[in-house]
DNA sequence: ATTGACCTTCACACAGATGTGAGGGTTCGA
DNA sequence: TCGAACCCTCACATCTGTGTGAAGGTCAAT
C-alpha cells in the first residue's frame, strides 16, 4: 500500500510516517516512480512505534529496540554486542519503571473514581484527616451504581 | 527547604522546579525574602511528576491527575464536575494502554535477552526470512561466540 | 564592607515530535 | 487532454520540556 492508505489504518500523518523512516524505525520499499510502497506489516509496525513514542520513549530507543522485535520471532540478532545488550537492559528496566509509574498513578485515579461514583461522600461529616484512604466510612454501602 | 535542595534530593534542576511552578504542578509557599520554600512532601510530589512526564503525559494532564493523588489520602474531591470525571477515565485508560503496550515490549525485550544469554541458538535450521536484515548467510553457525 | 553562595526574574536557545504549505511529478478517469 | 487525487522533497513553524546565562537581590561568614 502507499502512504495515503497507510497513514488512514494508523492515524500516523502522511509526515509522520515519513518522519519515522528519516529517523531509521521503517524502511518502505520504494516503487518505479518513486512513491513509498508498504507491505501489510507495516500496520502493526507504525501502532507499536505510536505506542512507544506515546509511553515517552524517544525515536534512538525506539530504534534500537525494535530489531530484537521482529514480527515473525526472528530471534537471530544481527550482532548482540555487549553494549547493545548492555543497552537492552537499561532500557527494559526503565519501561519497567515507566510501568511502576504508571500503574500506581492510575490505581490512584481509580479509587479516586471509586469513591467519587459511590455518592459523593459527604465531606460535612468526617473532614477525613490525612489518615488511611477511605477510611471505612465512605466504603461500598450496597449502592450499585 | 530552598529550591536548591530540592534540586539536589529530586534530580530535577532549578529551572524544571521553577517550570513546573509555572505550569501549575506545584506551589511552594514564599519566605519574606522572595525565596521559594518547599516542605518535605515535595521530594515525592516531583517524583511523581518526573515519573509521569517520563511516562508520556503531558503537563497539562498531569496537572489535572495530580489533585485526586493528594498525599495524605485527602479523598474529598474540590469539585468533581462530570467533565472532570470523563477526563480521569479517558486519562486512566490512556495509562492502561500505555501500560499494556510497554510491558509486551519489555517482555519481548526479556525474552530477546534470554535467548542471547541462552548461548546463542543456532540460526542455520529454519533461516527465518521475512525481511529480515542479514538474510542467514553469515549467521551464528553454532559457534558459540 | 566585601565575598561567595545562595536566591529572584527574564529571555533567548535547543531538540524532538508534529503541522503546514509551496513547488512539482504521476496516474487515472471523464 | 484536462482535472482530481495521489505522491515527492524541502523548508519553515509550533509546542513542550529543558538548558543557559544575564542582571540583580539576600544572607552568612570573613
Known amino acids: 500500500m ?13 509526515r509522520l510516517l515519513r518522519y519515522y523512516e528519516e529517523q531509521g524505525l521503517i524502511t518502505p520499499e520504494r516503487s518505479a516512480n518513486g512513491y513509498r510502497e508498504y507491505g501489510e506489516a507495516f500496520v502493526d509496525r507504525i501502532a507499536q512505534i505510536r505506542g512507544l513514542l506515546d509511553a515517552g520513549l524517544p525515536t534512538r530507543i525506539i530504534k534500537q529496540v525494535l530489531p530484537c522485535l521482529n514480527t515473525p520471532r ?10 547493545m545488550i548492555a543497552t537492552l537492559e537499561r532500557e527494559r ?12 498513578n492510575r490505581d490512584a485515579i481509580s ?15 468526617a473532614p477525613i484527616r490525612t489518615g488511611g484512604p477511605v477510611d471505612g466510612t465512605a466504603g461500598r454501602t450496597g449502592v450499585t451504581r
Open 74 to 83: 526472528a530471534l537471530y540478532f544481527p550482532d548482540a554486542t555487549p553494549e
Open 2 to 14: 502507499r502512504i495515503g492508505e497507510l497513514a488512514e489504518r494508523t492515524g500516523a500523518s502522511r
Open 93 to 104: 528496566d526503565r519501561m519497567s519503571d515507566r510501568i511502576r509509574c504508571l500503574a500506581q
Open 111 to 125: 479509587a479516586y473514581l471509586d469513591a467519587v461514583r459511590d455518592g459523593t461522600p459527604p465531606p460535612t461529616e
